[in-house]
């Protein structure tokens, strides 16, 4: 019998620590046989025409092609006449939604010993439509827009998600009191959709007291799901409760079930090309990607083999307090696979 031919995903080990992380990564899917080819593409030193940016045109070809990636940290050139890089992608790929699963690591000692959450945030519009103006001197306007398209398309991700993950409860967090058209309409598609799932908890949560109940204990929440701006600012919220932005993962969601999954952090110049950075949050999106891509087995097994090496302390990089560079590390989750 011949083995299943691999599954191809697109790899941009990015800028900075990301090209040594991304090394860790596929070291790391090498030794526990996860049955992946990497395409490579690297960020380019001019700017493409055909995207208007950085970021080459095969290398988006790519993403769509393979319809799952993971993606290093980009530092963002300093310049005029050109889009940033994380805008093109979300723009290009049309990624919809930010997931963001956030749970305690054990051995790594923070305030909190049983988050196990999941934020999803709507990436498209909100605030974040970029449609602002000057009325008169002095007096500003920024439109927020919010579209049933859009809303509907990032709850149905949020209940599909709940379902497909075993979790119980999905949060619609808004302030629906206040922004009564924007927020309302948000609530009215999170309803909708939570009628056609009537085996997940559905709850609506004013942003305000969701961020109370996160402080006080993170452990009532399960899956959220909320409008671009709440999402920015709870999904980091949500870091900070398990270790910081070098811990968490993430991956956003795109048209036609695109994944790119991607490290929150930035490239973390201070530290590039020292062996030194931590390269836990890039493998923690990889698992998310595997997810997506359904090979929970090689997820849980990758997963268990981090957290091992982590609770078990004897080799951890300098951020957690450890002595270890990135190749030490890395060995020993290969150890632990
Ligand atoms: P940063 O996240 O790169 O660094 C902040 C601090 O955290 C630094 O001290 C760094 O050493 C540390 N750090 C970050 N990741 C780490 C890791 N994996 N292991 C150990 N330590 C780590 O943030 P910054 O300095 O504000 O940004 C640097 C560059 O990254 C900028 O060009 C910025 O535009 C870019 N950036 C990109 C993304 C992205 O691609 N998604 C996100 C944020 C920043």
């Known amino acids: 019998s011949s083995a299943p031919s691999p599954i191809k995903a697109t790899l941009f080990p990015g800028d900075g620590i990301g090209p040594e992380i991304a090394v860790s990564v596929k070291q790391v899917f090498q030794a526990a046989e996860v049955p992946i080819e990497w395409e490579e593409h690297y960020v380019g030193d001019q700017i493409d025409p055909r995207t208007q940016s950085f970021l080459t045109w095969e290398s988006l070809e790519s993403v769509r ?99 497909t993950h075993g979790r119980e409860r999905v949060s619609a967090i808004h302030k629906a009191n206040i922004m009564q058209k924007t927020d309302g309409l948000f609530l009215k598609c999170c309803r909708e959709v939570a009628e056609k799932y009537p085996e997940i908890t559905y709850e609506e949560v004013v942003i305000d007291n969701c961020c109370m109940m996160l ?64 390269p836990t949050a890039l493998l923690l999106s990889a698992v998310t990607m595997l997810r997506h891509l359904e090979l929970y087995d090689k997820a849980e097994l990758i997963q268990d083999a981090i957290l091992n090496t982590i609770a078990e302390g004897k080799y951890r990089t300098a951020d957690l307090g450890g002595s270890s560079s990135t190749t030490d590390f890395t060995k020993a989750i290969c150890g632990h696979l």
């Open 65 to 163: 092609r393979n319809r799952v990636g993971l993606k290093g940290p980009m530092a963002t050139p300093v310049g005029k006449g050109h889009r940033s890089l994380n805008l093109t992608l979300r723009k290009e790929l049309n990624l919809y939604a930010n997931v963001r699963p956030c749970y305690s690591l054990p051995g790594y000692k923070t305030r909190y010993d049983n988050v196990n959450l999941v934020t999803i945030r709507e990436n498209t519009e909100g605030e974040y439509s970029g449609l602002e103006h000057q009325v008169v001197r002095g007096v500003v306007e920024s439109l927020k827009i919010i579209t049933r398209q859009a809303s509907l398309r990032v709850a149905e991700y949020a209940f599909h998600y709940a379902k």
């Open 215 to 278: 402080v006080k204990n993170p452990a009532l929440f399960d899956v959220l799901v909320m409008p671009n701006l709440y999402g920015d600012i709870i999904s980091d919220l949500c870091a900070g409760l398990v270790g910081g932005l070098g811990l968490t993962a993430s991956c956003n969601i795109g048209e036609a079930g695109i994944a790119l999954a991607e490290a929150v952090h930035g490239s973390a110049p201070d530290i590039a090309g020292k062996n030194l950075a931590n």
